[in-house]
C-alpha cells in the first residue's frame, strides 16, 4: 500500500512541478474567466435580462450567475492542458515507460488526474478570490460546499480529456481536437444562460445542453455555491466520471492501445 501511495506522490508533485514552471498556464487560465466575467457579462446581462434565476428565487446579478460556469471552464481547460502534456509525454516516450510500470494502468492514470485536478481547485479558488476583490461574492460557506463539486468535475473533464489524448497521436493534432471539443462543450451548457431561457429559443438545443456532461458539472458548481444539492447532476457527473475513465484505462493499453499504434 505505501508503494501506491508513494506513487501518487511521486506523479501529483511531477504536475505540480511542471505547473510551477509553467507560469503562464497559470495566468492564462485566469484571463480566459476574467475577460468572460467582467467584459463580456456586461452585454449578455443586456441582452437577457437576468435577475431573478430559479430555483434559488433570489436576486442575484447575471455576474454571479456566470461564475460556476467559468469556476467549470477553468476545469475545462485545465483537463485539456493537463491532457496535452500526456500527448507530449507519449510522444518522448515516458508515457509509456510510466504504464508499463507493475503499478496498475488504472491507478497510474488516476493518480495524473488527481494532480491535474488539484492544480485545477487552485486556480478556481485564485479566480473566485479575485472576483470576489471586484465585490462578484457567493455566501461564504459556498466557497467550503463548492469542494466536493470542483473534484467530481475536475475529474470528470480530466477524464475526457484522458479519453481524446489516447486516441491523438500526434501533438500538432491535438489543438485543434481541442478547439472542436472545449467551445461546443462551453457554450451548449447553462454556463452562461439557464436551460429554461434556451427552451425558449429551441428546444431542441435545451435537449442537447441538458444531455451536455459539463452542463451537470456548471450545476453541480452551481447548486454547492448556494448550498445545495443537484442530485441529478451530482450522479450525472459520477457516471460520466465512471464512463470516461473506463475509456481512458483501455485507450492507454500498451498492448492494444499506445504499442499497437506505434507498430
Known amino acids: 500500500m505505501s ?124 479566480f473566485l478570490a479575485i472576483a470576489a476583490l471586484f465585490g462578484i461574492t457567493m455566501p461564504p460557506l459556498g466557497y467550503v460546499a463548492v469542494l466536493p463539486g470542483l473534484v467530481l468535475g475536475g475529474l470528470m473533464l480530466g477524464a475526457l480529456g484522458l479519453v481524446l489524448s489516447s486516441f491523438i497521436r500526434q501533438l500538432e493534432n491535438f489543438a485543434g481536437v481541442m478547439n472542436f471539443v472545449i467551445f461546443p462543450m462551453f457554450f451548449l451548457s447553462s454556463a452562461l444562460y439557464p436551460l429554461w431561457r434556451m427552451a425558449e429559443s429551441s428546444p431542441l438545443l435545451r435537449d442537447i445542453c441538458a444531455l451536455n456532461p459539463f452542463t451537470h458539472a456548471v450545476e453541480l458548481i452551481r447548486f454547492l455555491l448556494y448550498l445545495q444539492i443537484n442530485w441529478i447532476a451530482l450522479l450525472w457527473v459520477i457516471f460520466s466520471t465512471l464512463i470516461l475513465g473506463a475509456i481512458a484505462v483501455w485507450g492507454y493499453d500498451p498492448a492494444r492501445g499506445l504499442m499497437k499504434r506505434k507498430a
Open 3 to 126: 508503494g501506491f501511495w508513494g506513487v501518487c506522490r511521486a506523479i501529483v508533485g511531477r504536475e505540480f512541478l511542471r505547473f510551477i514552471h509553467q507560469r503562464e498556464r497559470f495566468l492564462a487560465a485566469l484571463v480566459r474567466p476574467l475577460v468572460w466575467l467582467l467584459v463580456f457579462a456586461a452585454g449578455f446581462r443586456a441582452a437577457l435580462g437576468l435577475s431573478i434565476i430559479p430555483p434559488y428565487q433570489t436576486y442575484i446579478t447575471y455576474e454571479t450567475y456566470i461564475v460556476p460556469g467559468l469556476c467549470a471552464m477553468v476545469l475545462l481547460f485545465n483537463g485539456m492542458q493537463s491532457s496535452l502534456s500526456l500527448v507530449y509525454d507519449r510522444e518522448m516516450g515516458s508515457m509509456r515507460l510510466l504504464l508499463t510500470s507493475p503499478f496498475p494502468r488504472w491507478w497510474l492514470l488516476f493518480c495524473r488526474l488527481l494532480g491535474s485536478t488539484a492544480i485545477s481547485i487552485l486556480q478556481v479558488y485564485t
